[in-house]
């Protein structure tokens, strides 16, 4: 069974430019939620989606938005880049939105460049 | 308050040693307390979960202690091996009407030497 997708893996960008990442999530998990991991720190929350609707936003500007998808399958949108905004960009499922028995499945990340 | 402080920043162990990392809440709302393994060019990939009724869990050489009054947990791994060798990241999950979100630690880098 395919683990949860993400794409593409790499990805250079410019200051100012708008960027879209897209993730696939386990077969039959409706959650999909959103993290960035600068180099050399955890993964910092930034969307969670279930059933098609955003259940939770961490601390993010307003360049970040997402959506969920009727297939479950999600997009990550930044605005306006900033070189700050270089960083692996991870997304997770699960079952449901508090990660069930199983917890969260963590695909292999974007990895953003802004130059 | 959200935070989730891990120590040591990065650990050294000989092989077949025991590898300790320890983590530190404030939040008595966290409710679940997962243990993440993440290797080089990979998404962390979950290794051991608690929650926190539970002081205790093993799960073949790794092991969660968790303290509930001090708002402390750990990792132990046994018998260290080189294949062990990662980034190891303690989290905590806030459960509220807006959702779930996992907050995580920075992260211990441990090498197993052998």
């Known amino acids: 069974d395919a683990g949860v997708t993400q794409s593409p893996t790499h990805l250079i960008k410019t200051r100012g430019q708008h960027v879209t990442l897209r993730c696939s999530p386990i077969s039959g998990h409706k959650s999909v939620s959103w993290y960035q991991q600068v180099l050399g720190q955890g993964p910092q929350f930034i969307f969670q989606y279930y059933e098609k609707e955003e259940r939770g936003r961490g601390n993010f500007p307003d360049r970040f938005s997402a959506r969920q998808f009727p297939n479950y399958s999600s997009e990550l949108n930044v605005n306006a880049l900033l070189l700050g905004d270089s960083a692996l960009y991870l997304c997770?499922?699960?079952?449901?939105?508090?990660?069930?028995?199983?917890?969260?499945?963590f695909g292999s990340g974007t990895r953003l460049t802004v130059v | 308050q959200q935070q989730v402080k891990q120590s040591p920043q990065s650990l050294i162990v000989q092989k077949g040693g025991i590898s300790i990392i320890n983590c530190a809440y404030e939040?008595?709302?966290?409710?679940?307390f997962p243990w993440y393994q993440q290797f080089p060019g990979k998404g962390p990939a979950l290794l051991i979960a608690?929650?926190?009724?539970?002081s205790e869990k093993k799960e073949g050489r790794f092991t969660i202690s968790f303290n509930k009054s001090a708002k402390q947990f750990s990792l132990h791994i046994m018998d260290s091996q080189p294949g062990d060798s990662a980034t190891y990241f303690c989290a905590a999950t806030l459960s509220n009407q807006a959702g779930t979100a996992l907050i995580f630690g920075k992260g211990t880098t441990l090498s197993v030497s052998s």
């Open positions: 939040n008595t709302a966290f409710d679940y």
């Open positions: 997770a499922s699960s079952f449901s939105p508090g990660g069930g028995s199983y917890g969260y499945t």
């Open positions: 608690i929650r926190p009724d539970v």
